[in-house]
DNA sequence: AAGTGCGGTGCACGAACGTGCAAGACTGGT
DNA sequence: ACCAGTCTTGCACGTTCGTGCACCGCACTT
């Protein structure tokens, strides 16, 4: 007897047994072998891992329904990540960043060239990122994030340093503003070849990431609070009827932004630049974002999403 | 009691029984209530797929244990059809580029320019794909098909063009013959806008998917057999030490191929150019395609494998 | 040819399990 | 407050299952 019959003999009593759920009395006859060998039979086979037994836990099932739904309403991959009555926004986020964090070290091969839109999600997700090279990988900032007291440069450039060193990438810096006082300032620098270098290298990333700022969201996004904007540029956004920002860039409720007068002067990559990378992730928690996270969709910015189970309810339960 | 709160006991008993193994008797103990409800329970369990039993049959086993060796030797992605002894070489064929065509589909993506080497595995790949369209879908020829008699561009056009249907895709043909005739042709045809366009998509093509032609196939590649080559090319090759072809340029066993020959008038994808496309899927059935494929692979065209279990055998049994 | 060790098999028994039934808990209506 | 209907639970019984033990056949040794 060779060693694969007998496994095929072991598949058969464990299809008969565990598929067709007969009793082992019956399979034994039909096998010509006492009920006490089949009873063996099926032993051996889960030993031999014919047969996995796995368990779901609950929330599993949550999760996809909730994924499978809003992978219907608007055509892209998500993965929500479950998360326990008791979890603050905090801890949400830290799960959320975690999960997204895996997703795209799957999406890093030899190569890629990964756009990153600064923001406080993206901070902690790349704390996540464990250490793994990807040889030839260059990451390249999608906005600027100078603000008007001080640069914010040196967090920022701490947090990407850190990554890359993980990842042993090479890292783009846009040593531009979030917005400039002046469109003609960001016209005039958007000629100069030192950021002319690092529009290119945005046209060639193949992997976005990045998040949705709300103007309201439990944790503040970055924008909203850290002198970036003055008064009268939130009550400009305001009267535009702006719901948050991708990528610094923002978005009315229906996806538009072209016509949002703060986006004349801000340095991020607009959702028609940011359609031409194939692969962008976009990776959001609190039920606050909801309401931008819709626009994004609408907007057609990503094709993968990582969400908070909160998040996703809030964002299917919009009207 | 919620819906949700019941489905956790549910899966704390599962967990329980099937996880730590623990009898029924014991789990009603802890549980407080009586064994019979602990029975009913994992029933319940069951019927909300909290719990899933899934056979395994063991060809699946040994599959990927030859994916494993493979991929670890050539550091690829591999997916090994398993193959039933009966099987003859057409059977085999049939599965390997169903898997194949399968796992195609899956690469696919809005705006996903997708490059196709000609060849009879590509026909039969082709030939297994199901209706679905994919926005912005573009496939465009890596090597010219053809030869010294008539065409053979109606046939190949006609395959391309029903997957095209059938993924709603725009088709950009390669009008040029697989082999010139002198070298100074192909470089003078190199510089015609014409062909620079084809070239020019080509080198935007983010999937390839391409199989190895083997001088001895048992289904005996297109290049072999239609009139590509003569009797003079074929010996040329032979002294020249090429063992197969990847887009009709040909390789040695250790994978080298740029002083064969007959790759001056080659119209293929060479495979330096081959690797600037990021996902490369190389599908492959015949254990006489086992020498070339190795070639194939040392030259590091492919991303991704897809292999009936016969060759993959064969693969890891060339010393 | 007899001896020896070993993997596999059936028997028999006790443990583990599924399920019909009746009693109790709960719900919604009068 | 009472009742009818429904759902849940525990009990009891018959079934199904796991496993120790004795036995058998085979291979290999002496």
Redesign the pocket.
Known sequence: MTRDSRLEELYTAARMYYGDER???SIAGELR??R??V??M??DARDAELVTISLRPPEAQRVEELARRISRLYGVQVHVVPSAPGDDQRERLRSVTEAGGALLDEMLEPGTTLGIAWGTTMAALLGTVRSRPVPGLRIVQLNGAINTEGSGLTYIATVLAGAATRWDATVHQFPVPAFFDFPATREAMWRERSVQRVLATQREATVAVFSVGAFDAEVPSHVYTHNYLTREDLSSLRSDGAVGDVCTVFLRADGTYRDIALNQRGSGTAPDRLLRIPRRLLVASGSRKALPLRAALRAGVATDVVVDEITATSLLSLR
Chains 1, 2 share one sequence.
């Open positions: 009793t082992m009395e072998v006492s006490s060998t009873s063996r099926l032993r």
